[in-house]
């Protein structure tokens, strides 16, 4: 019985991150990104991966919020819900759920990575380590 709870709560985190994915966000490439962070204004990149993963490496400029604490970080912030955030986590599902969380509390430019931490490191794109 335990095993198929398992089961289904992995099945739930994966349709809801597919929902996520499909209605509720926009995805942007890597290099688009990467140009964006040096604009002003740039975008606010949020990594919802542990701290542990987020000290290990994360891509330059970005803020670690945990996925499950995503809107209640996002206010303690003050961050407005009409400016453009960018979520990633390592493959996509932490970043989908709180992609989820950031739509049901308003937030209007909500975009995911593409290829999320795994598709920026595979580009060899710069990677910061430790706290921010």
């Not at 949020?46 to 400029?61: L, Q």
Request: include cysteine; aromatic fraction near 10%.
């Amino acid at each position: 019985m335990k095993t198929f709870m398992r089961l289904d709560k992995y099945l739930l985190l994966a349709v809801l991150s597919a929902l996520f994915l499909t209605a509720c966000s926009t995805t942007i490439v890597r290099s688009e990104l990467q140009q964006k962070l040096l604009e002003s204004p740039a975008p606010l990149v949020v990594d919802v991966r542990t701290e542990g993963e987020y000290n290990a490496g994360h891509i330059p400029r970005a803020i670690h919020i945990p996925f499950y604490a995503i809107a209640s970080g996002l206010e303690q912030r003050a961050f407005p819900k009409e400016k453009p955030v960018v979520i990633y986590c390592e493959h996509g599902p932490r970043a989908g759920l709180a992609g989820i969380s950031l739509y049901f509390q308003d937030f209007k430019q909500v975009y995911s990575l593409e290829g999320h931490m795994q598709g920026w490191r595979k580009s060899g794109l710069p990677v910061e380590v430790g706290p921010r």
